[in-house]
């Protein structure tokens, strides 16, 4: 009787106004894909900026504070980031109007969204209606409207943001993938023992995932 291979435990802290979290992790999926690696993906919470105000900042105005990038090197790094993400079929719609926005209550939606098994749909929709369609995403009735389009409750959701039942435990989360030593984003732990960061390729995380697979 052969024996039966567990599954690969991945997780990925990332946060849903990352642009690399979102090529990164489509990388990583190619990459399953072609290794036809059983795995299970755990999404953790984390905040790029978690002291960004509710009506948000104008990106381009954000990236040249925050990084002291000059105007030219915005516009580069977003044709980088609309190329890297073509090549694995998402579309990043940046315009001179896209906004960065507070992700906290996203972040509790997508907590609450597990307890349906629809963390991982959410977290796609979120990715898209941020960059593709450059919707508030801190905004609770677009949040509402995002969690109904993937099958669940509008008015649960509306609740869930309202009371903030799950903020306390989204917090700690944070926190503790901050201990744990994790900056920046995004970041992939396979079997809660090997951590990658960043956007790899999707040719390095299959060199990745066959390593893995030879120690077993």
Request: glycine content about 4%.
């Amino acid at each position: 009787m052969s024996e039966t291979i567990p599954a690969l435990r991945i997780d990925i802290v990332s946060d849903i106004v990352c642009p690399w979290c979102v090529v990164g992790y489509r990388q990583l999926a190619e990459a399953l894909k072609q290794t036809h690696t059983a795995h299970e993906i755990h999404w953790h919470p984390f905040e790029l900026n978690p002291d960004m105000p509710t009506e948000g900042q104008n990106l381009r105005e954000h990236i040249m504070e925050k990084y002291g990038s000059s105007q030219q090197e915005s516009d580069a790094s977003r044709i980088r980031i609309t190329e890297a993400g073509a090549e694995v079929g998402f579309e990043f719609n940046f315009t001179d109007d896209t906004r960065m926005h507070n992700t906290f209550k996203a972040h509790q939606l997508l907590h609450w969204a597990a307890d349906y098994g629809l963390k991982h749909e959410l977290k796609q929709a979120l990715f898209a209606a941020h960059f593709t369609d450059n919707r508030n995403i801190s905004d609770e009735e677009v949040l509402a409207d995002i969690a109904e389009d993937v099958g669940l409750n509008r008015e649960q959701a509306l609740a869930v943001l309202a009371d903030q039942r799950y903020a306390e435990v989204v917090r700690t989360a944070e926190q503790q993938m901050q201990q744990q030593g994790i900056q920046s984003v995004p970041a992939v732990i396979f079997n809660q023992r090997h951590l990658v960061s960043g956007a790899q390729g999707a040719e390095n995380f299959k060199s990745i995932l066959n390593q893995l697979a030879a120690m077993k």
